[in-house]
Each structure stands twice: as C-alpha cells, then as structure tokens.
C-alpha cells in the first residue's frame, strides 16, 4: 500500500465548477499535512497547510480526518489558472528531520 | 530573490558517465532536500541534510551520493549513470513549507 493515495484524476471540469480532491494516508503517526500544486514542468509549491479543525483560504478548502487518515481540498468557482496537478503531501517526522511524502498527484484541467 | 538555484536545467547522460547537479540556497535554511520525478508520478527522496556536514538516505538512495560541505550547497552526485536514473530531479531548502529549486532534468542514453 503506498503511504499516501490519491485519487486517479485527470479531473476535467468547467470554469465555476467545485471539484474536490481526495487523499489518504497510512501512518498513523503522521504528525501534518499539506496540499502542494505543481504546473506543468515546474516545481511544487505550497498551496496550503491542512490542520485539523479545516481551513480555508479564499476558494480552496482544506480538510483532515486523522480517525480516517484522509485529507481532502475542495476548490469552488475554478478558474482557467486552477489548472495544475495537485499533490497530497504528508510529514512524516523521522528522527531530527522532517520528511515529506508526496503523493502521485491529481490532475485539474478546468475548461473554458 | 534568487530561493534555490539548481543547474544544470537540462543534461543528456552517456550510460555509466558521471555528473554532479549542482544545488545553492541563499535563505540561510539548515534542511536540504534532493528528491527525484518519474513522469506521472509523485517526488521520491533521494537524500536530505539537516545541516552542514550531516547527510541521510532517503527512500530511494542507490546510485546517489551527496555532501554537504556549507550551509548554501548541497550537490548530488551520480557516478555511473544509469538509464533508470533518468528523471526530474529537485532540490529544496527548509522545512514547512520547502522551497523548491527550477528542478534539472536529466535523461540517460
């Protein structure tokens, strides 16, 4: 089982739409969590930290349930720019470092 | 505003040929990340750093080696490439969150 799953995608969806992307864990120690976007052929980047009580930060909605080991992001009224592979990323602390790991990513194509 | 700087962008490798992908932080950040991406896939770690002169494998360490001589650099080392090596490979400096290099990309023929 790999540590982090996401979902398959390709998501293709229409400007306005709300998609929402999941992901889910295996270690149970896994101390935080985050979604990273990456453009294509472009390096990751931050989109946000998800904390336990949800978050939000303008149309992205980050989510956690730790007794599911699952972690979600909701992206309402998608915009042409949305359009990236979105990767779930967990911290697995390991001794004096933190480790991330990255899940496969999911893929958004929002259409005109 | 220079972040992390990794060069080269783009190299095309020899089987068995050896190359260093060079890697410099300006942030002052004591964590340093060398991950690779197969196309469609998610980043692996290769090595990390915690600081000057401290290394440690990461999940996917075989066929690497790197040093971490000064705070600003952190080169990985291929000695005999091979053409499952062949990949994306980034570098990133910090902790939450990492800040990601241009990424090098590199394919073995």
């Known amino acids: 089982r790999k540590e982090v799953e996401q979902d398959p995608g390709p998501f293709n969806v229409p400007e306005g739409a709300t998609v929402a992307f999941n992901c889910t864990y295996s270690?149970?120690?896994?101390?935080?969590f985050f979604w990273y976007r990456q453009d294509c052929r472009k390096e990751p980047k931050l989109l946000m930290s998800?904390?336990?009580s949800g978050n939000e930060d303008g149309r992205f909605t980050a989510q956690l349930n730790r007794a599911s080991q699952y972690i979600s992001l909701l992206i309402r009224d998608s915009k042409l720019s949305d359009s990236a592979t979105y990767l779930c990323?967990?911290?697995?602390?390991?001794?004096?470092?933190?480790?991330?790991?990255f899940g496969s990513g999911t893929q958004l194509t929002v259409l005109p | 505003n220079a972040g992390v700087t990794q060069t080269p962008k783009f190299r095309i490798l020899k089987i068995g040929q050896s190359m260093t992908l060079q890697c410099t932080q300006d942030?002052?950040?004591?964590?340093m990340y060398w991950y690779r991406q197969d196309p469609g896939m998610g980043l692996k770690l290769i090595y990390y750093?915690?600081?000057?002169?401290?290394?440690d494998k990461g999940e996917v360490p075989n066929g690497y080696n790197v040093s971490r001589s000064t705070t600003e650099d952190f080169p990985l080392r291929l000695e005999l490439a091979a053409p499952s090596q062949t990949s994306v490979y980034f570098c990133?400096?910090?902790?939450?969150?990492?800040?990601f290099g241009d990424g090098t990309r590199l394919s073995i023929l």
């Open positions: 942030m002052n950040h004591n964590y």
């Open positions: 998800v904390y336990s």
């Open positions: 990323v967990v911290n697995l602390r390991s001794g004096s470092a933190r480790q991330l790991t």
């Open positions: 750093s915690v600081g000057a002169g401290i290394t």
């Open positions: 270690n149970s120690a896994s101390q935080s």
């Open positions: 990133a400096s910090n902790n939450q969150p990492q800040h």
